[in-house]
């Protein structure tokens, strides 16, 4: 008999739900979507479309895909800045390892430091060190 089967492409992975009929699938739908956004919000990647909307409409022009980097800066931003972990420097292999502590995702490290970069030019973080070596904090007002 065939199976049916409806999948979300996200991010970090496919979630997707399968049934012998199409009235079964259909049935899942809603769960499946409530599913898709639970995991988002713990990973801190999501948001509703009505906060699409208000951060599309804000001064600062959001990044959008679903790069590495991306998801990098989305979970620094969201997640590390302000809670001292920046308090002092902190290598890119740190900032690394703490974003696959709260989100599970092994990400490249260039895609971190790139990410890192970013909010250096926004100046969200300063660095010290050379180039290849260096250290990131948070700075203080």
Same mark, same amino acid.
Request: charged letters at 25%.
């Given at each position: 008999?065939?199976?049916?089967?409806? %999948?979300?492409?996200?991010?970090?992975?496919? *979630?997707?739900?399968?049934?012998?009929?199409?009235?079964?699938?259909?049935?899942?739908?809603?769960?499946? *979507?409530?599913? #898709?956004?639970?995991?988002?919000?713990?990973?801190?990647? +999501?948001?509703?479309?009505?906060?699409?909307?208000? +951060?599309? %409409?804000?001064? #600062?022009?959001?990044?959008?895909?679903?790069?590495?980097?991306?998801?990098?800066?989305?979970? *620094?931003?969201? %997640?590390?800045?302000?809670?001292?972990?920046?308090? *002092?420097?902190? !290598?890119?292999?740190?900032?690394?390892?703490?974003?696959?502590?709260?989100?599970?995702?092994?990400? %490249?490290?260039?895609?971190?430091?790139?990410?890192?970069?970013?909010?250096?030019? !926004?100046?969200?973080?300063?660095?010290?060190?050379?180039?290849?070596?260096?250290?990131?904090?948070?700075?203080?007002?």
């Amino acid at each position: 008999m065939p199976r049916f089967r409806v %999948q979300l492409n996200k991010p970090y992975g496919v *979630i997707s739900v399968e049934a012998e009929s199409v009235e079964e699938v259909t049935a899942s739908l809603n769960k499946l *979507i409530e599913l #898709s956004n639970i995991v988002d919000r713990s990973l801190g990647i +999501a948001s509703s479309a009505a906060e699409q909307r208000a +951060a599309s %409409q804000g001064k #600062s022009r959001r990044r959008r895909g679903s790069s590495e980097a991306v998801l990098a800066l989305d979970t *620094i931003e969201r %997640q590390i800045l302000g809670t001292g972990f920046f308090s *002092i420097p902190r !290598s890119t292999s740190e900032v690394r390892q703490k974003i696959y502590e709260l989100t599970g995702l092994r990400l %490249q490290s260039r895609k971190v430091s790139q990410a890192l970069g970013i909010l250096y030019e !926004s100046k969200k973080i300063m660095r010290v060190g050379s180039r290849g070596n260096y250290r990131w904090f948070e700075k203080h007002a």
